[in-house]
């Protein structure tokens, strides 16, 4: 059965942009904080034929839909393989980046100019499918591919700020490029030491030797927009390590506070999470000295799905 595309295809224009922030405003009013699921045990989702994990704000949006395995493929590489989409299932849209060229006239001359442009596609799991070959479904949990020692991806880090333990409050300051913790001993369990030391590595990966996030190094104004957006990297960025390493993620769920505050901002501003989920994923990836090349998730793209473009 072919999925119904007749929404995609009648539209002229769809804001990816609005499409991405509205379910993550969705899941934050029905009291679900996507950043904050546990994925240790059904492994991080990734492609069922590439086996190439996806990344940032489409880790978070997949793995909210609690299936038994992360195992995800287009409804065309389901066809190639032999196999067909339940009755009834809908896909999860998946987002990335095209740059795109352009001609563009200024004063009277013609030039190229690229720019990037947000599209989708949608993809299905394997649990809503039928008829996948026996070799492509897994017999047991996937293991996690990442550090699983969290003084591992602490001493992995390169050009890694300096830990001092002076006094008992978590924070990091730019302008000398340090780390103070608190001592693991004053942490009621371990797992809460390594989250919060954690986020603040993700916010020293901000420094102008690093990533040189500007919400880092020009001191935003507590509560602003700039703060806020720092702050869910550091979170985002946080889940994502401890998640790596195997530890838990504490819950949320009753943090009013918290969600209170991430939706006004999402409400007013429709890119604020795909900018932060973007930049949390940098930041994860320096700290672990990853080399990991983007995804060409173009070549996943179903040839006969148009895709929506956004301008």
Known sequence: MKPDNKTEQTEKSVDVYE??????????ESNTVPWRKPWTERGLPQNLITKRPYRGI????????????????????LKTIGGSVKKGEKGQFVVFTKMVEEEVETNGKKETKKRSMLRYYRVFNIGQCRDIPDAFIPNDKYENTEITDCTAVIDCMPNAPKIVFKKPDAFYVPSEDYINMPKLKTFKEPDEYYGTLF???????????????????????????????????AEIGSCYLKSFT??????????????????????????????????????????LNSKAVEEQETELVDTDTPSVEVF
């Open 58 to 77: 489409n880790l978070m949006m997949l793995n909210v839909l609690d299936f038994e395995h992360n195992l995800f493929l287009t409804f065309k590489q």
């Open 19 to 28: 499409l991405v922030t509205n379910r993550i405003i969705e899941l934050l």
């Open 246 to 287: 195997g530890l838990d993620i504490a819950d949320m769920s009753q943090n009013a506070a918290y969600i209170s505050s991430w939706l006004n901002v999402l409400k007013n501003d429709k890119r604020f999470i795909l900018k932060a989920s973007s930049r949390s994923q940098q930041a994860v990836e320096y700290i």
């Open 199 to 233: 986020h603040e590595l993700v916010h020293s990966t901000g420094h102008t030797s690093r990533l040189n996030r500007k919400e880092v190094m020009e001191n935003p104004k507590y509560g602003s927009e700039p703060y806020s957006l720092e702050e869910l990297v």
